[in-house]
């Protein structure tokens, strides 16, 4: 299960992106932080673990802006290589992760599709319910007693940067 994401590099990185390499070869975006700043530095925790099974590979990418663009770059004249210090530059994407056994695995998998299955099943009976469930929920969360209509109630994400453009992850 993957809990987590955390990029971090130093000041001239500028974005950093997560994604799965499943065993059949398919690629899946899993988070892009597309506005990175090292002042201020994220944690995305996701609303539901992804799964993945056996063979998946994790992988970063991280974009560094080293140009008098970056408000950020103490000196763009400069060459930068790898450094733990914070002049010098390092792309690392931290994950929180649960291993599981081949059983557990299969006893997820099942219970996330009983799960849609029954999700799905309620939502045809009652198309509209799910909605009035969310703004139940966050009403009582965030402590207001009436949302507007054309409101969003999806969940916000708690550790979102305000400059990130993503509803969600």
């Known amino acids: 299960l993957l809990i987590s994401f955390h990029p971090h590099m130093h000041f001239r990185g ?28 994220v944690t995305y925790k996701y609303k539901v673990p992804h799964l993945f099974p056996a063979g998946t ?46 059983e557990q695995y299969r006893e997820e998998i099942a219970r996330r599709h009983a799960q849609r299955t ?3 099943s309620q939502q045809q009976r009652q198309p509209n319910q799910h909605v009035a469930d969310e ?14 209509r054309g409101d969003t109630v999806a969940e916000p994400f708690p550790y979102r940067a305000p400059h990130d453009d993503r509803d969600e992850i």
Do not use: C
């Open 118 to 120: 029954s999700t799905t």
């Open 57 to 102: 590979i994790l992988h970063t990418v991280s974009w560094h802006d080293n140009t008098t663009n970056n408000k950020h770059n103490p000196d763009p004249t400069s060459w930068i290589g790898w450094g733990s210090r914070t002049m010098d530059e390092m792309g690392h994407g931290w994950t929180d992760v649960a291993f599981l056994s081949d």
């Open 14 to 41: 500028s974005r950093m992106m997560l994604e799965a390499i499943h065993p059949d070869g398919r690629r899946e975006i899993l988070t892009d932080a597309t506005h990175y700043e090292q002042n201020w530095q």
């Open 135 to 148: 703004r139940k929920r966050l009403r009582e969360r965030v402590g207001v007693k009436r949302i507007p």
